[in-house]
C-alpha cells in the first residue's frame, strides 16, 4: 500500500526506517560529469548481499570469462599486433562458434540488401530515420542516386516516404585511441537508403566525413566494388560506436542502474511499485552487480573499451556526453521513437512488429495493477513516496535536464502507467534487442568493426581490398572485439525469461489475475514470432518474450 494508507504505526516507522537503511547503503555519486549517476561503490565485493550475483551467476560468470578464448580458439592470436593480411585469415578465426544469424552474416555481408535489413533487424536498429530534408552538409544529389531509384526521382522518392538516412553527425570530432601504437580514426558518415519496389532497403549513397568537400567524395553503388564495400564498412564501424555506446550502455544499461537507485532509495517494499517493479517483475535483478563490474573490467586503464576501441575511454565518454544532451522521454517509448522516425509503415521491420507487441502487453499490465491502487489522479498527486522516486530520477538519471522530458513529478496515473512501462520495457525488451545480437551481427569483424586504422579516402579512384584490410584494427584488437561480443550475447545459464520467474509477492486477486493473462499474451506473442520465423533463412528473435531476459545480468 501507499504510505497514505498506512494506518499502523509500528509499519510505517518500519516503513521510514527501511528507506533509511537503504539510502546509506546505496548512495548516489557522478562518475562522469554529464552522464547519469551511478552508484557510490567501485568493487563489486562490497555490494550489499541482496544486489549481489547468486552463487550460481557468480560461478558461471567466472567460468565464462575464464574460458572464454579458450572457447573461442583463438587465443593464440590475442596478443598478436599484427595487420590482417588477407580476408581468408579473417575467416579462419571467425568460424568457430557460429550461429545460425552469424553465419549467415558471414555469407552475406557484402549485400546491399543485408546492409539495409540490419538497420532495421540487426543489432542496432535505432539510428534509422526516414528521410524527408538532407542535411545540409550531405552533398548527394538527385542526379547521383538517380540510376538506384528505378527510373525515378529523389525528390518524388522522398515524398512518397521511400528515402530513409542515417546520420552519424555525433561522432565528429570525437578524440581518437591509440592501439598497438597506432592512431585509430571514427568516422561520421551520412548514409542515404531507398526502399525500393522489392520492399527492400538498400543503401545508394554514403558521405564519410561531415563537411563536404572535393576530398570528401559521395560513394555510389555504380562505383568499384571495392571502394562501394570500403564505404558501408566505415558506416558500420560508427554504427558500432553508436549502438554500443548511445543506445546500449547509455540508454539502457546506465539509465537502468538510475530507475535501480531510486527505486531501493524512496520505494520501501511495502509499495506497490516497488512490488510491481522489484518483484512481481523482478527486472532488476543483478543490475547493480554487473553495472559495478563492467566499470571495474571494461572502463579501467586496461580495459576492452580503453584498449580494443576506436573511441578509448575518453571518446567514449565524449559521444555518450553528446548522446545525453539528446535523450528524449518519447524516444524512450518504443510507440513514440517508432513515429518521430518516420517508421511505422516500413515493411520488414519485426525490431518495431514484436516490440509493440510486448509492448501493448506490458502497458496493459501496468495499467491494471496502477488501478488497482490508484484510482484516481489524486491518489497520485498526494502519493510522497512516489513523488520522490520519479524526481530522484529526473535528478540523478536525467541530470535535470528539462530537454529530455521526463516529468519532474507525476500528476495522473498515465502518466505513471507510461513511465513504469517504459522503464520495464527498457530493461527487458529494449535491452534484449540491443545486447543479444551482438555476436550474430558482430561476431564477423568486416560487418561491425570495433575500430578503424584507416580515415575516409580522398578520392574513390584506386581503392582496392588491400584499403579495407589496412583500415580494420589489428588481430589483437579484432578477437578481443569479438569476444566481448560473444560474451555479452552469450545466454546465462540462470536466464529467467519476461514475466516467468516463479515468485509471487502479491495476493491481490485482481492483479494474479492480470499476472496470468500477461503470461498468457507473452506465450501468444512467442508463437506468434515463432510462427513467422519458421521458414526464414535470417528469423528475428530477439523481441521473442521466451528469448528476453528478465533484467540486465550482463
Same mark, same amino acid.
Given at each position: ?6 494506518? #499502523?504505526?509500528?509499519? %510505517?516507522?518500519?516503513?521510514?526506517? !527501511? ?21 557510490? #561503490? ?21 567460468? /565464462? ?36 544469424? +552469424? ?53 518524388? !522518392? ?49 558521405? %564519410? ?9 559521395? &560513394?555510389?553503388?555504380?562505383? +568499384? ?31 537502468? !542502474? ?25 527486472? /532488476? ?6 553495472? /559495478? ?127 513504469? /512501462? ?16 551482438? &555476436? ?22 584506386? #581503392? ?5 584490410? %589496412? +583500415?580494420?584494427?589489428? #588481430? ?33 486477486? !485482481? ?44
Amino acid at each position: 500500500m501507499t504510505r497514505k494508507n498506512e494506518t #499502523i504505526p509500528t509499519a %510505517l516507522a518500519h516503513r521510514l526506517k !527501511e528507506l533509511d537503511v537503504r539510502k546509506q547503503q546505496y548512495e548516489w555519486k557522478s562518475l562522469v560529469e554529464g552522464l547519469p549517476h551511478c552508484l557510490a #561503490i567501485d568493487d563489486p565485493k562490497a555490494l550489499p548481499h541482496d544486489a549481489r550475483f547468486s552463487l550460481d551467476k557468480r560461478m558461471d560468470v567466472q567460468l /565464462t570469462a575464464k574460458t572464454m578464448m579458450a572457447e573461442l580458439k583463438i587465443k593464440f592470436l590475442a596478443s598478436s599486433k599484427k595487420s590482417w593480411a588477407k580476408l581468408d585469415d579473417i575467416t579462419q578465426v571467425f568460424w568457430f562458434n557460429k550461429t545460425q544469424i +552469424s553465419d549467415y552474416v558471414h555469407q552475406h555481408w557484402k549485400e546491399d540488401e543485408f546492409f539495409g535489413y540490419q538497420l532495421l533487424n540487426g543489432a542496432n536498429p535505432m539510428m534509422i530515420q526516414r528521410c524527408q530534408q538532407l542535411p545540409q552538409k550531405f552533398a548527394v544529389t538527385s542526379d547521383m542516386v538517380q540510376p538506384s531509384l528505378g527510373g525515378s526521382t529523389l525528390p518524388a !522518392e522522398m515524398q512518397s516516404g521511400n528515402i530513409f538516412l542515417c546520420d552519424y553527425s555525433r561522432l565528429a570530432e570525437v578524440p581518437t585511441n591509440v592501439i598497438n601504437l597506432r592512431s585509430q580514426c571514427i568516422p561520421a558518415p551520412f548514409c542515404l537508403l531507398f526502399k525500393n519496389n522489392e520492399d527492400k532497403l538498400v543503401p545508394i549513397a554514403i558521405q %564519410l566525413k561531415q563537411e563536404p568537400s572535393d576530398t570528401n567524395p559521395v &560513394f555510389l553503388p555504380s562505383d +568499384s566494388e571495392d571502394a562501394w564495400l570500403l564505404a558501408k564498412t566505415h558506416v558500420r564501424a560508427a554504427d558500432f560506436i553508436e549502438h554500443q555506446f548511445n543506445f546500449h550502455l547509455l540508454c539502457t544499461h546506465l539509465l537502468a !542502474e538510475a530507475y535501480t537507485l531510486s527505486t531501493l532509495r524512496h520505494l520501501p517494499s511495502a509499495h506497490p511499485i516497488y512490488k510491481y517493479l522489484r518483484l512481481l517483475i523482478p527486472h /532488476t535483478r543483478f543490475t547493480l552487480h554487473v553495472n /559495478t563490474l563492467d566499470r571495474e573490467s571494461l572502463l579501467t586503464e586496461n580495459g576492452a573499451i580503453t584498449m580494443y576501441t576506436s573511441t578509448g575511454r575518453a571518446g567514449m565518454e565524449v559521444v555518450m556526453k553528446k548522446a545525453m544532451q539528446a535523450v528524449k522521454y518519447s524516444a524512450l517509448c518504443l510507440p513514440g521513437d517508432i513515429t518521430a522516425r518516420g517508421l511505422d509503415k516500413v515493411p520488414n521491420f519485426y525490431y518495431r512488429d514484436d516490440g509493440l507487441l510486448v509492448w501493448d502487453a506490458l502497458s496493459k499490465y501496468v495499467e491494471g495493477v496502477l488501478a488497482v491502487f490508484y484510482p484516481s489522479d489524486a491518489e497520485v498527486a498526494s502519493d510522497e513516496e512516489l513523488q520522490n522516486w520519479i524526481s530522484d530520477i529526473y535528478k540523478h538519471g536525467f541530470l535535470e535536464l528539462a530537454s529530455t522530458g521526463i516529468p519532474k513529478a507525476f500528476t495522473s496515473v498515465k502518466e505513471v502507467t507510461e513511465f513504469i /512501462t517504459m522503464v520495464i520495457f527498457t530493461l527487458t525488451a529494449q535491452h534484449s534487442a540491443l545486447n543479444s545480437g551482438q &555476436f550474430d551481427f558482430g561476431g564477423w569483424l568486416l560487418n561491425s568493426p570495433n575500430s578503424l586504422q584507416s580515415g575516409a579516402p580522398a578520392s574513390k579512384e584506386q #581503392i582496392t581490398q588491400a584499403d579495407l584490410l %589496412l +583500415s580494420l584494427p589489428d #588481430i589483437n584488437a579484432s578477437v578481443w572485439g569479438m569476444a566481448a561480443a560473444w560474451l555479452a550475447s552469450k545466454k546465462s545459464g540462470d536466464f529467467v525469461p519476461l514475466a516467468q520467474h516463479p515468485e509471487q509477492y502479491f495476493s491481490e486477486p !485482481e492483479v494474479l489475475s492480470l499476472s496470468d493473462r500477461l503470461k498468457e499474451q507473452l506465450k501468444e506473442i512467442s508463437q506468434k514470432i515463432r510462427e513467422r520465423n519458421k521458414d526464414k533463412d535470417l528469423p528475428y528473435t530477439y523481441l521473442d518474450p521466451e528469448n528476453i531476459e528478465n533484467s540486465i545480468t550482463i
